[in-house]
């Protein structure tokens, strides 16, 4: 089946920098690869997804990017604010159904003022 | 996005009882899925339902101890059976809608066993 590693597991950042997260996966079937940030106590909220057909998405602050010759996806936040302090998890879908997701183990994002 | 009504938001059961879970979806959605989230860790898949078949199991998770029933194309049910304090999590319904809003979440129902 399909295995999805992310890392950093934690990652602190200054207010204004960029934050990074990798994910790879393991099935090259693999064809849906959102992203959700998950708040304390919180349900976790699609942020950005991106498709096997696309090797970039942006939206506003937030912007994936996929590889999938090296079966690699990122995310990436510009000029971070503490209110996008959060723990960010990654997934991927083999294609016969998005929702049957395999998540990464996530990381915790905190930006400092 | 979807509107996903799940109930209850919380609970703490005494171990040997169980529980059962209830999601609503404001449209009518082919797949329902459940998800298990222990304390500080990430999300793994329970079980898929379908409305008019059997629930499909992931490894590790028997219909024995987390039956679901998917009557119609709008709810879904996980009961969580004969609890321990291991079964201590955050248990989210969600639904696929790929065509418009892709991929969400319940709001979870955050489930203590003493």
């Known amino acids: 089946g399909e295995n999805v590693e992310q890392h950093p597991s934690t990652l602190s950042v200054q207010e204004g920098d960029s934050a990074v997260i990798k994910c790879t996966y393991s099935?090259?079937?693999?064809?849906?690869f959102p992203w959700y940030k998950q708040e304390l106590g919180k349900r976790p909220q699609l942020i950005i997804d991106?498709?096997?057909?696309?090797g970039e998405k942006k939206d506003q602050r937030i912007a994936v990017t996929l590889n999938k010759t090296a079966k690699h996806f990122s995310l990436h936040i510009t000029e971070t604010q503490p209110e996008d302090s959060a723990v960010y998890f990654c997934a991927a879908s083999n294609g016969d159904s998005w929702g049957k997701l395999q998540f990464g183990a996530g990381t915790q994002v905190v930006v400092t003022p | 996005s979807a509107v996903i009504s799940q109930k209850p938001s919380r609970d703490i059961c005494q171990r040997g009882t169980s529980l059962t879970i209830q999601c609503q979806v404001d449209s009518q959605v082919t797949m329902m899925f459940w998800y298990r989230q222990q304390p500080g860790q990430s999300l793994t898949l329970i079980a898929t339902a379908n409305q008019g078949s059997e629930a499909t199991y992931e490894s590790g998770f028997v219909i024995d101890k987390f039956p679901i029933s998917r009557p119609n194309l709008t709810f879904s049910t996980l009961t969580v059976s004969n609890m321990s304090p291991e079964d201590s999590s955050i248990y989210l319904c969600?639904?696929?809608?790929?065509?418009?809003?892709?991929?969400?979440f319940g709001s979870g129902t955050r489930l203590t066993v003493v």
């Open positions: 099935d090259s079937a693999s064809n849906y």
């Open positions: 969600s639904v696929e809608r790929p065509e418009l809003d892709g991929y969400t």
């Open positions: 991106i498709r096997s057909n696309v």
